[in-house]
């Protein structure tokens, strides 16, 4: 565990969605303070993976391999979140996918998820201001009706893993990217962020902020912003490090997937913030 005391400031790095860019994955972790032979992480570093490891990308089994390793060797330090490709192998075959990972990898994410190591979200307690980690991002409509309107970061993320623990399939409920009408209330692995994370906090004051990865507002292969003039209007990006950071009333909602595909986006950074105490799942 990160100790909190004089002299320590543990920092928290929240990664977007990997894709099985393993390379691409290492290398940032050593920029965090990973030993570069070993890749053990530092003493004063948690991370948070915000899902979507597998798929799209070379190295799928790798990936999973390296964060098992994690898990098991390291516990506490890395947390890992479910992304819809997770939930593939999950029983959630509600998309058409043609890549597959081989069997040992897709029963390491069952495992993951049997045994409790995979959760749905985090809860961040930073230096600036608390933060809820999910794949995709809490909706207004989610948070209102599945959830009842927890009021912390740490009670939302403590009420969506329990969700996600009890085999509840509504965690999973998808929205707009599957063809279904545009939805305030899709849940965090499949919310979209321009058409409908974004805009279902318009009409509603965030309790507080919030990090997801799935998509961004920002198409980075143009560098252009979806979704409505508002959306826009509210949104800054920094395209060096992917990340884009939309302000509403009452918080801030920060995309951090880089949208790898095939190959590795050429720039992109994790979100890291200094913890005032421990990330909270
Ligand atoms: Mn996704």
Not at 115 to 128: D, F, I, N, Q, R
Not at 130 to 156: C, E, I, K, Q
Not at 175 to 200: H, K, T, Y
Not at 225 to 247: C, F, L, M
């Amino acid at each position: 565990m990160v100790r909190f005391g004089i002299g320590v400031t543990p920092r928290v790095a929240v990664i977007g969605d990997v894709h099985g860019q393993l390379a691409a994955l290492r290398y940032e972790l050593v920029r965090l303070g990973a030993d570069p032979h070993t890749g053990d992480l530092p003493d004063d570093l948690t991370v948070v993976q915000v899902g979507d490891i597998v798929h799209r990308g070379p190295h799928s089994g790798g990936v999973v391999m390296l964060i098992d390793r994690y898990l098991r060797e390291q516990p506490g330090r890395w947390i890992q979140l479910v992304g819809n490709h997770e939930a593939f192998y999950l029983g959630d075959r509600s998309f058409v996918w043609t890549d597959r990972v081989d069997g040992d990898t897709a029963t390491t994410v069952q495992r993951w998820w049997a045994e409790g190591s995979m959760h749905v979200a985090a809860a961040l307690p930073t230096t600036v201001g608390d933060y809820l980690v999910t794949h995709a991002g809490l909706t207004a409509g989610f948070w209102r009706a599945a959830l009842d309107m927890p009021t912390s970061a740490a009670n939302a993320a403590t009420a969506l893993n329990r969700l996600g623990a009890g085999g509840a399939r509504k965690v999973f409920r998808p929205g707009a990217m599957l063809g279904r009408r545009r939805s305030g209330s899709a849940g965090p692995v499949w919310a979209d962020a321009a058409d409908e994370l974004v805009p279902s906090w318009f009409q509603a004051q965030m309790p507080f902020s919030q990090v997801h990865g799935h998509c961004t507002v920002t198409d980075w292969d143009t560098g252009l912003p979806r979704g409505s003039d508002e959306v826009k209007a509210n949104t800054i990006t920094n395209p060096i490090a992917r990340h884009e950071v939309t302000t509403l009333r009452g918080g801030r909602i920060i995309g951090i997937d880089p949208c790898h595909g095939a190959a590795a986006a050429p720039l992109w950074a994790a979100w890291e913030a200094a913890l005032v105490g421990p990330v909270i799942t």
